[in-house]
């Protein structure tokens, strides 16, 4: 791993916020994502499934944790199945985890190799009344092929039938969606690395310019910091590019007069950060250009205000979308007759702006936590407006990350990243 160690105090805090909520008698278990092959004998990188890490900190392929607080032997409350590792591994492919070392990245003191977990966790399991399953329910989740933890449940249910199940996903959406200060530093040292990237790329972008040759500066920036990379796929768009969503392709020439719209995040520790800028090629932002991006700020501004304990998501977006609503018609994209004609189920707005404005952010860009109930503090959200407007080559979206509090205005982790009209063009030409 490029990042710094991590406390375990943090996976501690975190193992004991999800156990109290288990049902007495009961076991939890978290398996490592796949390794992914690419065809002959490449693979993927190895991407941790972020579940077993939220609540481990084992960063490392083929591990098992298991979570079982009414064990009657102590030392079975908490284990980490590893992989065991030798001589010819070491050479191979890396060093793994040692017993000692797994106690210290984790908290936990009881670590098996992986080949004693079916006797392990058959003995655990006559103990047991109740198993929860860690199954995928984001309400964003696409699952097309059958992950290890798929296959472990499939074999579990098999293997024992006469077990109560129950799922994961409830108490993770609850505990991973309110950050702990340690997650909260995390996140802000990916905020600060995808800064540094920002300041690389404004005075480098010219007319002319390839989008990738950007992804590049991007990439050399995150890596020097010690992050693996950009946190999700980077969107780097330039003129009628920036208009659509997910544009990820990054091969058009950026022209001169066109707007360079830049969607990048950079990981570190798993943690993602999401930053959305918007920048002319040319360095200087026409009349129009910059009438709608002072808009689009605004709707921002006002929307981070909103982001406080007891708000509900789906009425904050309504909210939004007021905003957005009054900042079209005052540009002229929508009239009066618009919207009062609209359709309630597709205001007038969403014909220029047609995507939520905030989703939670943390070791998944699109993170857990949950949206029908009331905010918390401590809660990390984007908060992401944009208008689009394809017949005039426009797409513009600006993008922070932010931290509810107590009381007050979020915290903006992206505080320091450069967002104002002036400042942009100085940087882009000094």
């Keep these: ?7 375990n105090t943090l996976f501690i805090k975190n193992r004991a916020k999800f156990t109290a909520q288990m049902k007495p008698k009961s076991i939890a278990i978290f398996n490592s994502n796949d390794i992914f092959n690419t065809g002959a004998d490449s693979t993927l990188p190895f991407e941790q499934h972020r ?9 490392q392929e083929e591990s098992i944790l298991l979570l079982f607080p009414d064990a009657l ?3 079975h409350r908490e284990i980490l199945f590893l992989k065991e590792t030798n001589e010819h591994i070491a050479i191979w492919e890396g060093e793994k985890y040692s017993k000692e070392q797994a106690t210290k990245v984790s908290g936990i003191k009881t670590i098996y190799w992986l080949q004693e977990f079916k006797k392990v966790f058959f003995d655990l399991m006559t103990e047991a009344e109740t198993i929860y399953f860690n199954t995928n329910e984001h309400y964003r989740q696409s699952n097309e092929i059958e992950t290890r933890e798929d296959r472990f449940i499939k074999q579990c249910k098999k293997e024992f039938p006469a077990h109560k199940w129950e799922k994961s996903n409830q108490i993770l959406q609850q505990i991973r969606g309110v950050k702990e200060p340690e997650e909260i530093e995390l996140m802000q040292t990916a905020c600060n690395i995808t800064e540094k990237g ?37 969107i780097i768009a330039s003129g009628f590019n920036a208009c659509v969503l997910h544009y990820i392709e990054n091969n058009k020439v950026c022209n001169d007069g066109d707007l360079l719209l830049l969607d990048v995040g950079a990981e570190y520790a798993n943690y993602s950060s999401d930053m959305t800028r918007t920048i002319p090629v040319n360095g ?12 689009v700020l605004r709707v921002k501004n006002e929307a981070t205000k909103m982001l406080t304990p007891g708000t509900y998501w789906a009425e904050y ?13 005052g540009l002229g994209l929508i009239d009066k007759t618009d919207v009062k004609n609209e359709n309630p ?4 707005y969403k014909k220029y702006f047609m995507h939520g404005t905030s989703h939670h952010l943390g070791l998944d860009t699109h993170d857990y936590g949950p949206l029908k109930t009331p905010m918390k503090a401590n809660m990390v959200f984007t908060v992401e407006p944009g208008i689009y407007i394809p017949e005039e080559r426009i797409g513009i979206r600006i993008e922070d990350d932010v931290v509810i509090q107590d009381q007050g205005a979020p915290v903006n982790l992206m505080k320091n990243i450069p967002i104002e009209v002036e400042e942009i063009e100085d940087l882009m030409n000094s």
């Design 317 to 329: 977006h309504k909210e939004v979308g007021k905003l957005m609503t009054s900042e079209l018609l």
């Design 73 to 75: 032997n102590k030392k």
């Design 51 to 59: 579940d077993i890490f939220y609540l481990s900190g084992a960063d």
């Design 1 to 7: 791993m490029k990042y710094l160690p991590i406390s």
């Design 345 to 348: 189920d597709w205001p007038a």
């Design 284 to 295: 200087k932002f026409t009349d129009r250009q910059k009438a709608i991006y002072n808009a």
């Design 198 to 234: 920002f300041r690389r790329i404004l005075p480098f972008v010219k007319p002319g310019i390839m989008e990738y040759e950007i992804e590049a500066e991007f990439i050399h920036e995150f890596i020097k910091n010690r992050s693996k990379g950009f946190a999700y796929t980077p």
